[in-house]
């Protein structure tokens, strides 16, 4: 009795806080314990970032600490980064001009969890830190939509100049199923980085390739810490020897482009020119700037 008596009156106290006024948690009486209703915060974020719902006309800008809600759809303009910690410990990042929509997110506890993000267009990387039950994770890239546990993948969605719709996949650590439009799957293996194209006319390509050893380690960028430092995203495949064509306004870029530049537009992480200019001092130079911009 004086246990159950406890419980309920810790859960007066709390619906009585600011934080229940903004129906940001919930008691869940079987579990006899709060569950955030609300799926991740901002930990890092650069330039302009906004959140709407869907359907909405309303955006919000997001700043450090804002909370993201399942069905928000994610915005980052030019020259834009966004980190998120979710509540199950994954972290998110979106790279420049990017949409992500939360589809579904049922949170019960880090290692319980229902979760469905789309990437619209744009650059991403989740690393999922707790494993989840089969069939509960799915995150879709472009075309392809793959079931995931416990792994830390990267992503592109983008429109090439021509129509050619392309999806890429990139894995760094557990195993994923892709699935891709034409009804097929396969299995990736650490390391592996799938290319999907889809042209207008229905003609589909699937391409699976391992990466180099020092490739994914640059990936992996072990030095830096998740918490205060964007880590890289992958480089964009350039698919036909075309250019991305930026749906938002429509211009034509170049994301192979090895200028600093590019990489601060279009979230291009130039390739290595020499030892003394490669993509640890890019990061360093991204993640300083952030820092300037934080404290300030």
Partial sequence: MTIKLSIFTIFVCLLS????????????????????????????????????KKGADRKVKLKMGTKLWPQDIVETKGRSFLKVL???????????KSVMDFKKFKFKAKNDRIMDVNLLRGKMRMHFRKKAKEGDLR????????????????????????GTKVSQVALLRGSVMAEFP????????????????????????NKVAPMDKAEVMKYLSLQADP?????????FYKALDEMV????????????????????????????????????????????????????
């Fill in 17 to 52: 806080s600011p934080c229940f006024a903004q129906k940001e948690f919930e008691f869940d009486p079987v579990a006899s314990k709060v569950i955030p209703k609300y799926l991740g915060e901002v930990i890092l974020v650069k330039g302009n970032v906004t959140a709407k």
């Fill in 86 to 96: 979710m509540v199950d410990d994954t972290y998110l990042t979106l790279g420049p």
């Fill in 139 to 162: 995150v879709r890239v472009g075309e392809v939509s793959m079931g995931v546990r416990g792994t830390e993948i990267m992503g592109n969605s983008f429109i090439t100049k021509s």
């Fill in 182 to 205: 034409n009804g097929s799957s396969k299995i990736l293996s650490p390391g592996d980085h799938s290319v999907t194209t889809l042209r207008l006319n229905g003609q589909q390509d």
């Fill in 227 to 235: 918490s205060k430092d964007f880590k890289p995203l992958l480089d």
């Fill in 245 to 296: 064509i930026d749906r938002t306004s429509g211009n034509r870029v170049d994301p192979e482009s090895n200028t600093e530049d590019s990489m601060k537009d279009d979230g291009g992480w130039p390739a290595p020119k020499s030892k003394k200019q490669n993509w640890r001092n890019s990061l360093q130079k991204l993640n300083n700037r952030l820092q300037e911009n934080n404290a300030d």
